[in-house]
């Protein structure tokens, strides 16, 4: 069945150092991929999309492109902050529109 | 705009118990999700409303956990009896539709630990 994989965390970062949380998935057909947010004692937010093969979504200073030769949506940012510090979830949406997560990534940037 | 509101936001009960979970989504908002996070895990869906009519409710454990939405607004998580391994996060979420150019609103969840 349809399934995405996440690095695990936690990942510590020193303020202004370049992010990378890798993110495969396994889906029949053409799913839609996600990175949510979830800060502490908040609920999950959507943090970007991509629908398609070769789209990128970004927002936030935060970009991912949907690689369908390598099956990855690989979650970046140039230079991270201390408030970026939250839980980051990787997610597809298959033919049924229905939102498969991965296990999420800690994120914890120091200052 | 109000988001999605969740109640009550802890809960601790033992094992057999019953014990049931609020959710108003946000106005308007057609569909509606409730979702099961265990700890270090991603969110698992348990079943889908469209207005007050099931979608999906395929991963829903029906011996125990049952789910209503009346009048196509609030909704309703009940878990009867409790097991230990339900102990985990209940999130709900709500769109204006189904499809990718819906995003999901999520609410801040019930932490629920079952002794």
């Known amino acids: 069945g349809n399934s995405v994989t996440q690095m695990e965390g936690p990942v510590t970062l020193s303020e202004e150092a370049f992010l990378t949380i890798n993110c495969t998935y396994t889906a029949t057909g053409y799913p839609s991929l996600f990175w949510y947010v979830q800060y502490p004692g908040e609920g999950l937010q959507l943090l970007l999309k991509a629908t398609k093969a070769d789209d990128k979504g970004s927002n936030k200073g935060f970009e991912a492109t949907y690689r369908k030769e390598t099956t990855s949506f690989h979650l970046e940012k140039g230079s991270v902050q201390v408030s970026d510090s939250a839980v980051y979830f990787c997610a597809l949406s298959d033919s049924s529109y229905k939102l498969i997560f991965g296990s999420g990534t800690r994120l914890l940037v120091r200052p | 705009e109000a988001g999605v509101a969740q109640s009550p936001r802890y809960k601790i009960i033992e094992k057999r118990q019953s014990v049931a979970f609020?959710?108003?989504?946000?106005?308007?908002?057609?569909?509606?999700?409730?979702?099961?996070?265990?700890?270090?895990?991603?969110?698992?869906?348990?079943?889908?409303?469209?207005?007050?009519?099931?979608v999906d409710d395929s991963q829903l454990p029906k011996d125990r956990f049952s789910a209503e939405r009346l009048k196509g607004v609030d909704s309703t998580l009940k878990i009867q009896p409790a097991k230990l391994e339900d102990s985990a996060v209940y999130l709900c979420a709500s769109s204006l539709g189904v499809g990718v150019s819906y995003e999901q609103y999520f609410g801040p969840g019930t932490r629920l630990t079952v002794t």
């Open chain 2, 22 to 54: 609020w959710c108003n989504p946000i106005s308007g908002h057609a569909t509606l999700y409730w979702y099961q996070q265990i700890l270090g895990q991603g969110p698992k869906l348990l079943i889908q409303f469209q207005n007050n009519g099931v």
